[in-house]
């Protein structure tokens, strides 16, 4: 199966129960609304570049229908996945 990757950046980093888990929403282009619509069950592989090392991981969407697309990760120790992402505070 060939997955087709897109560019997206990250709209917010909010901590979530107590910092045991972070919801990451992201800037959906326009042109790949369509394609990141929410239904019920979705999920999403992303492409992670950390340390010049490639990563995937699956998520499950978090958001409601109808809002920005956003997935909430659990903090796992010793875990790469979103760390760097996770840990930082903002946008980009």
Known sequence: ???NFHTMTI???QPEI???ATSVTFNVPN???EIFRWQA???ITLRLLI???EYRRSY???NPPGAPLRITVKRVEGGRGLKPYRDRDGQG
């Open 1 to 3: 199966m060939t997955r």
């Open 11 to 13: 709209a917010e980093i």
């Open 18 to 20: 107590g910092g045991a």
């Open 31 to 33: 042109g790949l609304a």
């Open 41 to 43: 069950g979705q999920h």
């Open 51 to 53: 340390g010049g090392e």
């Open 60 to 62: 499950t969407i978090s």
